[in-house]
């Protein structure tokens, strides 16, 4: 009798096990699956292929592992901001910084300086205003895409130097970031903002967007276009003042370069607050304004050269006023605008 209830309780618990496996495996084959359903609309969405099977599963993969990173985010209520799936989804961090930004991380912009390109402090502009945004003045163009192309600092110099020309002379015009990319040594390989500007001044000015379109990859040096918007040098913001960048970004839009680690290429909409402290400056944006949120959080308005599908339609506001000096991401080591 004993034997038969014991080997009863065995069977009941070998059942047991057998069921919490099955459904352990069912789980996981309907999560497996539920991520490559949502991988094929992602694909559809961002009109996205692949070579064969072999580099689509390693893309799956990939996605897979930055879904569940976004979700495992967004699921701390904690946050000022959230990430969400974009055009980078299926890219490691090393792939996306290769392909997607172009800040020349080993230049010396100390040692470019063959102009004036002072670093100079501004005096206190009283009162400095509590928030603005270049956009509403009419000061901004709309978001660009670089692609692929590691070009970013055209795109960030160029924003500066349209924001500069609307509020000298009353006239928004589109710039040709093509041109930048074509016409000097670097093209998509990277460079700094200084080169953009630098590029500008020697030529008397640039071409506009429509009469030198942007192409994403690097071609001949079209020499014929009628250059507009000249400027005459460059200032430095001083290094690692939030409050000097503060009084720039009152004047008019300011290019920057930052450092993009972390979930920064994630980012979705909120007051990002995230990202590293470090050095590592691997992209370039222009910042088109600041402002406080409703919470109280302080940021820096920033439009980026990733199209509108990224961030806030292509914008992203950066917590401003941190313990750090160089400011969230880097932001302000190396802030100059064109005069």
Request: charged share 20%; hydrophobic share 30%.
């Amino acid at each position: 009798m004993t034997i038969a209830i014991e080997m009863k309780q065995l069977i009941f618990c070998v059942c047991v096990i057998l069921c919490l496996y099955s459904y352990s495996a069912m789980s996981q084959t309907i999560n497996e699956s539920s991520v490559a359903k949502i991988h094929e609309q992602w694909m559809i969405q961002y009109e996205r292929s692949y070579a064969n099977d072999i580099e689509k599963e390693k893309r799956l993969k990939i996605f897979k592992e930055n879904l569940e990173y976004i979700e495992k985010f967004n699921n701390n209520a904690n946050k000022s901001y959230e990430l969400g799936l974009n055009q980078f989804s299926d890219l490691t961090m090393d792939e996306f910084i290769a392909s997607y930004t172009g800040h020349n991380k080993d230049v010396n912009i100390s040692r470019q300086t063959s102009f004036s390109s002072k670093v100079v402090p501004l005096e206190e502009i009283k009162p400095i205003p509590g928030s603005i945004d270049w956009r509403q003045k009419g000061a901004v163009t709309k978001v660009k895409n670089q692609g692929s192309c590691g070009c970013c600092w055209a795109f960030s110099s160029i924003a500066a130097v349209e924001g500069f020309t609307k509020i000298k002379n009353g006239n928004l015009l589109s710039l040709s970031a093509q041109e930048l990319v074509d016409c000097t040594s670097k093209g998509c390989s990277g460079a700094s903002v200084i080169k953009g500007y630098k590029y500008i001044i020697e030529h008397h000015g640039i071409a506009d967007e429509n009469s030198y379109p942007y192409t994403e990859t690097a071609g001949t040096c079209q020499t014929d276009k009628k250059p507009t918007s000249p400027i005459s040098d460059f200032i430095i913001v001083p290094p690692n003042d939030e409050e000097q960048l503060l009084r720039a970004v009152s004047r008019q839009p300011v290019a920057t370069s930052i450092s993009i680690y972390g979930d920064f290429k994630y980012y979705k909409e909120g007051i990002y607050t995230g990202g590293s402290y470090g050095t590592d400056l691997t992209h370039s944006v222009t910042i088109v304004g600041y402002g406080t949120s409703q919470e109280g959080i302080q940021y820096w308005l920033v439009k980026n050269s990733w199209g509108e599908q990224w961030g806030e339609g292509g914008y992203m506001r950066l917590q401003r006023g941190i313990d750090d000096k160089r400011g969230l991401c880097g932001l302000a080591m190396w802030p100059a605008y064109p005069i």
